[in-house]
């Protein structure tokens, strides 16, 4: 295939994207899920399991928006003809253990592939360790792996 047949058929990977990230900033697991295949995997690389599916990473993300309030600082984005890599800080507003509020920011990553319909086959969330247990510990939140 020549390289004007594969740009013809190559995907607008930045829309796609601004079309996702609308699910996560109105924390909207229905919206998230609709854009996943139904065999997606998504992968937090903090310790934990892959989410497997669609449907479980809906429950996932029902999971998460219940237990952390979470905003975001968008950084570089990356886009290729079936990709995107987003840098980006999660802003959290936690208490620390004295009862003081604080905000948190932890660098991420993610690292995203679409198949040619446009679906998220794979989502994988790198997250800077030592500033999440930094934020998570002076919250008294422990281990908890759960974030995006």
Not at 8 to 32: C, M, N, Q
């Amino acid at each position: 295939m020549s390289t004007a047949q594969l740009a013809e058929k190559s995907l607008d990977t930045s829309a796609l994207f601004d079309r996702y990230h609308v699910g996560w900033t109105t924390r909207s697991p229905d919206l998230i899920a609709s854009f996943h295949s139904d065999d997606t995997i998504f992968w937090l690389h903090d310790g934990a399991e892959p989410v497997k599916g669609r449907e479980a990473l809906r429950k996932h993300c029902v999971d998460l928006f219940a237990r952390y309030k979470f905003g975001f600082e968008e950084g570089r984005m990356f886009f290729g003809a079936d990709y995107w890599i987003f840098e980006w800080k999660m802003i959290l507003d936690l208490v620390d253990t004295a009862g003081k509020p604080f905000t948190a920011k932890v660098e991420m990553l993610d690292v995203v592939t679409v198949n040619p319909a446009g679906e998220v086959t794979r989502k994988d969330v790198y997250v800077n360790g030592d500033q999440r247990r930094d934020a998570f510990s002076r919250a008294g939140l422990g281990a908890s792996r759960e974030q995006n």
